[in-house]
Nanobody, 129 residues
Framework: QVQLVESGGGSVQAGGSLRLSCAVS????????????MLWFRQRPGEEREGVAG???????DYADSVKGRFTISKADTENILYLQMNSLKPEDTAMYYC???????????????????WGQGTQVTVSS
């Protein structure tokens, strides 16, 4: 069974930084040959869940325009942990952040949440002005 567990959220002032982690366990390989996509989503109250940053197992990354130049997605392969380094945080970055994963070739930040079978429980990020 695949499990994703996020951590690292918290409260920070505008301009500050946080690093989110997503620990991945279990085996999700279905043999499609597409590789794996891991993506960070976020959801503000009353809004739809939106993709923030994606990382494919072949090394491709993609970011939403709203976070380009401020957020960096990476993965520690030896520990099977996905990271999201968030710098220059803004109040509009306040949201619940989720990591998601699935075996798929397309891994752009704009992917739909419905494209992913595996999800973490979320971690709250609050940025005050």
């Amino acid at each position: 069974q695949v499990q994703l567990v996020e951590s690292g959220g918290g409260s920070v002032q505008a301009g500050g930084s946080l690093r989110l982690s997503c620990a991945v366990s279990g085996y999700m390989y279905r043999g499609s040959g597409s590789g794996f996509c891991m993506l960070w989503f976020r959801q503000r109250p009353g809004e739809e869940r939106e993709g923030v940053a994606g990382l494919h197992s072949d090394g491709r990354t993609d970011y939403a325009d709203s976070v380009k130049g401020r957020f960096t997605i990476s993965k520690a392969d030896t520990e099977n942990i996905l990271y999201l380094q968030m710098n220059s945080l803004k109040p509009e970055d306040t949201a619940m952040y989720y990591c998601a994963a699935d075996e798929r070739r397309l891994c752009e930040a704009y992917r739909s949440p419905g494209d992913f079978a595996y999800w973490g429980q979320g971690t709250q990020v609050t940025v005050s002005s």
